[in-house]
């Protein structure tokens, strides 16, 4: 009935089909415009994860801004007069772009070190090192060893000193009554300003080029340098794979009209896709780049097996008109390739059960690509033959393939040895998967001469390291104690009650704050540690080295300018809500480093060690995100490998009703996907973001092979009744179309190579030899174990 209702529809209406589809390749070429990229923090993190929450109020309770850095290397040293004016005016210049809220240098820090005036007054009427009557050496000897910034504004060796922008807020006003849309398009507009703010901010670094080495980094900067990654990543991608697909389609057919059918297909496919995506206003992402290439190859695979089909039946049926043959061509290719959809969608929709959003929409991605490919394949691809002249259509005789003739001689003579390697394979394989880890620092990202890379390594090495972490110390609430301490306050005739904010500075919290810095600050992978302990650090040496007490220091906060109170104590400590936090960064380029191990370490001293209970501390930050993110991803492959072998050996037994057949058609592809895992594991490669994606994909592309071979054996072992003698018809036959499409796949991979984002490059890489992997053992296993177990009786 499907059947007749194809035919008479769209086989027997070509002009009125191909009327139609242009139509639709202009209604949704239209909507191409509104195809958006996004690589916001946002993308990279689980969906509704607490810790992004908590994060969230504690950035707005200790007023965090975005930020970027600079590091500066003069070629003079750091005080000399050139140097102070080059630093002096890069900063006017930078502080001048309208977006700029401040910026901090080293020579905007406080120097109270620097006069014999009583202490008071010297906070007051603070000098720094861009005042003239201030001694240049002492002050910057100070800065150098002053705990809060050393090794935050400048480097231990004091020769790099960072330079941090912040950016103004631009705040969307009544967030809540906004409608989707509006807010999209307010995202749209932050993120252009934020690509002009850099622009701007190079434009100007640029002319500080012969003074020193100047690095930009920071969230923002990197975020807008992923958007550029991605879109040369589209394009490079999409063309380069155009490319190949147009050389293997010359080298296969040899005729014009060969690799404008099929190229046709490819490119309605996109463009709808494309256009379907701007419509649902779906974002593409680092990880979702390479679903233009990745729809090309596979709209391509099927070309290619419905084209081989037509022209073995056209050369088996020389006196049938083409209607004729398109008709048989569609009929017997249409359950094989509706079946290699079914398997390839099992695979990508199982990416729906990551967890992270990217990975999701992906998922989705492929899903709808895939549907829209196959509508398209059995649409256009017999429409446009339709539209062809017999002689057109027809190409030169192919002697057999040589390559699948050995691949054919091989599965008949030498069973033993295909088995033997299979064996090998395999325990190769799980020695590697037991050697499988996540752990990856975001800067290994990047290509090392990329100026993320080159920033990030030097804020690493030099300020303090990269990634934050937060420890937010909670103390009990407040029980209002009568204590000496209220008779001490009392003497400087203070209302208590009315100043709560002295009230709040007790031996205890500072003791604890000081214990946990400490802690911290003696682990390995841990750069720079701030807290309210760094500032009782300056302030007990401003004092003569005598401590202060709780009293000294509560007074001494009431009395603090407010710009510093804002600026360096603020941050650090919340009165209203009882509570004070430790900032620290971690150098995320440290060798050896285990982010889990880390924060499980910390977690675990802290109740242990410094007897904190549960409720008194939490940690928090992009550490904790990026952490959470990696683990999900591990539990998730497990998951989503689990839910693709099941999937897929149910669409076999459903499509071939022979449990046998069904296990030896899914075999070749899962020991090829394991292969690959087992390969990274050996190399010692950690699963990232995409990685973890490639043994999913492999089986569900893959597995196509299988069933078009399965499915060719099945039809011709019915006439021929001979195992070895079908063994070598489907090697000529089908064998080749599997040949041809695996290299348009294998080569199709390999140009994300050319990416500059690490994972892609490792994506394309190991996707491509586990296709090579699997096409070797569909054309030499599977054939071995259909001769050795007969599935289809003797």
């Avoid at 509006?182 to 100007?204: A, M, S």
């Avoid at 501390?617 to 991803?633: P, R």
Wanted: some cysteine.
């Amino acid at each position: 009935m499907l059947s007749n209702f194809y035919q008479n529809i769209v086989l027997r209406n070509p002009k009125s089909i191909f009327f139609l589809l242009i139509v639709t390749l202009l209604s949704f070429g239209y909507f191409t415009k509104d195809f958006r990229l996004d690589a916001s923090s946002e993308t990279l993190l689980i969906e509704g994860d607490p810790d992004l929450k908590y994060l969230k109020e504690i950035n707005k309770r200790y007023g965090s801004k975005d930020f970027l850095v600079l590091t500066y290397t003069p070629n003079e040293g750091m005080i000399t007069e050139s140097s102070i004016n080059n630093l002096l005016s890069l900063k006017y210049k930078i502080q001048s772009l309208n977006w700029v809220h401040n910026v901090i240098t080293l020579l905007d820090i406080p120097l109270l070190n620097n006069s014999e005036a009583p202490l008071q007054e010297r906070l007051e009427s603070f000098k720094t090192l861009k005042d003239d009557d201030v001694d240049k050496e002492r002050g910057f000897n100070e800065i150098l060893n002053s705990p809060v910034f050393r090794n935050f504004v400048i480097s231990e060796d004091g020769n790099t000193s960072g330079i941090i922008v912040y950016i103004k807020k631009n705040e969307l006003e009544d967030i809540e009554n906004k409608t989707k849309k509006e807010i999209e398009n307010y995202k749209d507009t932050l993120k252009k300003e934020n690509h002009d703010n850099i622009l701007q901010i190079r434009e100007v670094i640029k002319n500080y080029d012969d003074s020193g080495k100047i690095y930009l980094g920071g969230i923002p900067m990197i975020a807008d340098d992923m958007m550029s990654f991605i879109k040369s990543d589209i394009i490079v991608f999409g063309l380069g794979v155009l490319l190949f697909i147009i050389a293997t389609l010359w080298f296969v057919f040899r005729k014009l009209i060969w690799i404008i059918v099929p190229i046709s297909s490819c490119f309605f496919s996109v463009i709808i896709m494309t256009g379907l995506l701007g419509l649902l206003g779906w974002k593409v992402t680092v990880i979702s780049s390479n679903f233009i290439a990745l729809m090309l190859i596979l709209t391509m695979a099927m070309n290619i097996h419905i084209s081989t089909r037509f022209l073995q039946l056209r050369k088996d049926f020389p006196d049938s008109n083409n209607f004729e043959i398109i008709s048989i061509t569609t009929r017997k290719m249409f359950w094989p390739i509706i079946y290699t959809v079914l398997t390839t969608v099992c695979a990508f929709l199982s990416l729906i059960f990551s967890g992270i959003k990217p990975i999701i929409d992906f998922g989705w991605m492929m899903t709808f690509g895939l549907i829209t490919s196959f509508v398209i394949t059995f649409t256009l691809l017999p429409t446009l033959l339709a539209f062809m002249s017999n002689n057109n259509i027809n190409t030169k005789e192919e002697g057999d393939s040589k390559i699948t003739s050995f691949f054919g001689r091989i599965s008949i003579n030498n069973k033993n040895i295909i088995f033997t390697l299979t064996g090998l394979v395999i325990i190769l394989s799980v020695i590697g998967i037991s050697r499988l880890e996540v752990e990856n620092s975001f800067i290994n990202y990047f290509n090392k001469n990329t100026e993320i890379y080159k920033g990030m390594r030097l804020i690493d090495e030099k300020l303090g390291g990269t990634t934050p972490l937060e420890v937010i110390l909670k103390f009990p609430k407040k029980e209002k104690l009568k204590s000496s301490a209220d008779d001490e306050f009392e003497d400087w005739g203070e209302d208590v009650d009315q100043d709560d904010e002295k009230y709040w500075f007790t031996k205890d919290k500072v003791d604890k704050i000081e214990a946990v810095h400490n802690y911290l600050d003696k682990l390995p992978p841990v750069g720079k540690v701030l807290s309210f302990s760094s500032i009782i650090k300056v302030a007990t040496k401003l004092n003569n080295d005598k401590p202060l007490g709780s009293l000294e220091m509560g007074v001494l906060y009431s009395k603090i300018p407010e710009s510093i109170k804002r600026d360096i104590i603020d941050p650090y400590i919340s009165i209203e809500d009882n509570e004070a936090r430790i900032s620290l960064r971690i150098k995320d380029s440290q060798d050896g480093l285990r982010r889990n191990d880390l924060i499980k370490k910390i977690n675990y001293d802290l109740k242990n060690k410094l007897k904190l209970s549960e409720e008194e501390f939490k940690l928090a930050g992009v550490l904790i995100l990026f952490n959470n993110l990696l683990q999900s991803l591990f539990k998730s492959q497990i998951l989503t490998l689990g839910l693709v072998m099941i999937g897929i050996f149910v669409m076999f037994m459903i499509l071939f009703r022979n449990i046998k057949l069904s296990l030896i058609g899914v075999v070749p592809n899962f020991i090829a996907a394991f292969f690959i895992l087992g390969i990274i594991g050996l190399l010692g490669i950690p699963l990232d973001m995409m990685t973890i994606t490639i043994a999913a994909i492999t089986i569900g592309i893959a597995v196509d092979n299988s069933i078009h071979y399965i499915y060719r054996f099945k039809e011709e072992f019915l006439k021929h009744k001979d195992y070895e003698k079908t063994l070598r018809i489907c090697h000529s036959t089908v064998g080749v179309a599997i040949l041809n499409t695996s290299i348009t796949i294998v080569f199709g991979f390999s140009i994300l190579i050319f990416s500059k984002f690490i994972p892609t490059i490792y994506f394309g890489v190991f996707t491509g030899i586990a296709m090579l992997l699997a096409m070797i053992s569909v054309l030499t296993l599977l054939p071995s174990l259909i001769l050795i177990n007969k599935p289809f009786g003797k």
